[in-house]
């Protein structure tokens, strides 16, 4: 049955567009975005994602549209669209009610419908498949089946990509659970995990975000108790690392949409039947607030070191959410960026993966080229990617008035034993 599969995927971000690659290596695959731009460049292998290279692109044969009439022959549709929170920090899910309806609309009977989206629990059963039913006139679980397989794609990491990763899959039945782990199975070299329902693999896809949330959200508190103690974080760290089984994490700024996502999701989930959240949420808070204690942090360094804040300039490294990738989506350096320019500090942004077009979409901000940052008072390295690793302290020789200022290293990456002596050094 499985090598007559045609595979649909819709939706081709970060998540979607790796899935299609991967299941075009042994399938027809066909890849679906409402986006006409996004098709356009796709069709002739550009990727700014960074996720597909070049090669990849030309070893594949995937046929990429935006016309959901061509949804039509696929036995098997993967829907991989963003999810994201209104301003009431409510579930905003549009996009995936929206990507439902496109399907339901064009779907054939007897297809395979799965989900990778992050959602609350019950929205798979509860929201989405309604919505398949109303505009495809097919009964759930009889003339069309639904599963759910939570995504498990880090972006710009190859040595865990998609089909190392073990993967969870979860069916509206146990034959349809079945039937999805021999398809991924089929791809996937990484393993594969059978939910015992749709509800718990939409649930464990939240608590493996918020694991991570809470867990810096800990080291973050612990920075900002140590700034207030003068004592070196990173310090008190390597000393209780060397106790067997202390769980290793260190502060950072955490972006990325589904570490956002995932908390708020839950809780509000919990809220509606009764519980209100505590750890979860309180993490979430502490980890919202880090931009900005950083901006406010160099702030009161800055003025005790006579630079005045309406004269003063700022460059900050790298915007992205995480290193090595051009996702600027929920980036913490942008709460940098804000804080700082509420003072009248004037700030120079750059980052070797972020697009401009992106960044001036995104958040307004213009992007410099390393060439065309000015020397300024400080320096932030927010997001250490590989380029400004390999560099370490060379690479601010001339990013410092008169060599000389104030260098903020977000997650540690520069040894301050080599720091030049006229530099002022600040970690989380």
């Known amino acids: 049955m499985l090598h007559n599969l045609k595979i649909a995927v819709v939706g081709l971000g970060y998540v979607g567009l790796p899935v299609a690659a991967a299941f075009n290596r042994k399938y027809p695959v066909t890849g679906y975005d409402i986006d006409e731009k996004r098709i356009q460049a796709l069709t002739i292998g550009l990727d700014k994602t960074n996720e597909i290279s070049r090669e990849e692109f030309l070893d594949s044969t ?59 629990p019950g929205v798979t059963e509860e929201v989405c498949i309604p919505i398949l039913e109303k505009y495809s006139g097919y009964e759930s679980g009889k003339e069309f089946f639904v599963g759910y397989s939570p995504a498990r794609v880090l972006a710009g990491n190859k040595k865990y990509s998609f089909t190392k990763m073990k993967k969870v899959v979860a069916g509206q039945n146990e034959e349809v659970t079945e039937f999805l782990a021999q398809v991924y199975g089929s791809v996937v070299t990484g393993g594969i995990y059978q939910a015992p329902s749709i509800r718990v693999a939409e649930t464990a896809k939240l608590i493996e975000n918020i694991q991570l949330d809470v867990n810096v959200a800990l080291m973050n508190e612990l920075a900002l108790i140590c ?24 502060p950072d700024l955490v972006g990325g949409q589904g570490i956002e996502l995932a908390p708020l999701y839950l ?130 020789e001339g990013l410092l008035i008169g060599q000389q200022g104030i260098v903020f290293d977000v997650k540690s990456i520069l040894d301050p034993k080599k720091k030049p002596e006229k530099v002022q050094l600040w970690r989380l």
């Open 267 to 396: 809780a509000n989930k919990a809220e509606s039947v009764g519980h209100s959240s505590e750890v979860i949420l309180s993490g979430r808070n502490i980890n919202e607030g880090m931009g900005r204690y950083i901006a406010q942090t160099l702030i009161k360094k800055m003025i005790q070191d006579n630079i005045s804040i309406a004269d003063g300039r700022v460059t900050i490294l790298g915007l992205s959410s995480k290193e090595d990738v051009p996702d600027l989506r929920n980036s913490k350096v942008a709460d940098i960026v804000q804080e700082l320019r509420e003072y009248g500090i004037e700030i120079q942004l750059a980052d070797p993966y972020a697009s401009t077009e992106d960044t001036a979409s995104h958040y307004q901000l213009e992007l410099l080229t390393h060439r065309q940052l000015k020397p300024a008072h400080a320096v932030i390295l927010a997001v250490p990617h590989k380029l400004y690793k390999e560099a370490g302290w060379k690479q601010f």
């Open 227 to 250: 700034g207030r103690l003068n004592i070196d974080t990173q310090e008190v760290l390597e000393t209780a690392g060397s106790r067997i089984g202390f769980v290793k994490a260190a």
């Open 62 to 120: 995937l046929v990429f549209t935006a016309d959901p009439a061509d949804l039509k022959d696929a036995g098997f549709i993967i829907i991989a669209v963003p999810t994201s929170f209104d301003r009431h920090k409510l579930p905003d899910l549009t996009a995936l009610q929206e990507a439902s309806k496109c399907v339901g609309q064009h779907m054939k009977k007897g297809a395979v419908v799965v989900y990778e989206s992050t959602v609350p």
